[in-house]
């Protein structure tokens, strides 16, 4: 399986879990699917930023051997 | 006994005892039982369809790409998958409707998509336990207000 599949698959658990997760303390249907979308977007930033800095830490490492 | 049969009990016992608390107050009873058989059917026959389709499209969405990832072998709580029925029981209807259908089914070949399809459906299912949850809150919040206007 290639990153790009395997990117692709996590991407409907992931947006459906933050859809529902917004769900209780919302006040209506609307106000959950607002902060839901707002959310997928924030945390999908988050998660590209964590990936990406544990992709260059891994090279990093690779190429030079354990940091101890 | 091995350890993986008394976590399975452990666990069937907390969503039996869970489901027999919400199932043992009147004002959540129906909305309940009818959220636990059709994801999102509960919030909608109280009036809340926003959000019942909210919980029912994502749920049965995933649900369904994961039986179609899985060859619709990932569903079977008491002989193929015991520890993923665990997470697929607050789902109750689809799973044991699935169950039934695929019992026949059998394991040949583990698929390169098998292990997602498994996940898809029990993360489904664990996102209709947090629409159960939302529920509750949500009767409760109804009968507070009937009680108030009273």
Redesign the interface.
């Known amino acids: 399986?290639s990153v790009t599949t395997a990117i692709l698959?996590f991407l409907?658990?992931f947006?459906?879990?933050e859809?529902?997760?917004a769900?209780?303390g919302a006040l209506?249907?609307?106000e959950?699917?607002e902060r839901?979308l707002r959310n997928t977007g924030r945390h999908l930033v988050l998660w590209a930023m964590t990936i990406g800095v544990l992709h260059y830490v891994a090279k990093w490492v690779m190429a030079h051997g354990p940091l101890w | 006994m091995p350890p993986t049969d008394t976590i399975l009990i452990a666990t069937w016992g907390l969503w039996l005892l869970a489901a027999a608390v919400a199932i043992g107050d009147p004002r959540v009873r129906r909305p309940f039982l009818l959220g636990l058989l059709v994801p999102g059917l509960g919030h909608i026959s109280i009036g809340?369809?926003?959000?019942g389709?909210?919980?029912m499209i994502?749920?049965i969405?995933?649900f369904v790409?994961g039986l179609i990832?899985s060859d619709f072998r990932c569903v079977s709580p008491f002989d193929r998958h015991p520890l993923w029925g665990v997470l697929q029981a607050p789902a109750a209807g689809p799973t044991f409707l699935t169950w039934g259908l695929t019992r026949h089914l059998t394991l040949d070949h583990i698929g390169?998509?098998y292990q997602?399809g498994c996940?898809?459906v029990g993360?489904?299912c664990l996102?209709n336990l947090?629409?159960l949850?939302?529920l509750r809150?949500v009767c409760m919040k109804a009968a507070r207000r009937k009680a108030g206007a009273t």
């Open positions: 399986m698959l409907p658990p947006v459906a879990t859809l529902i997760a769900l209780p209506s249907a609307r959950a699917l839901g | 809340e369809k926003g959000r389709l909210l919980v994502p749920v969405t995933l790409a990832l390169e998509t997602v996940l898809y993360v489904a996102l947090v629409g949850c939302d809150d």
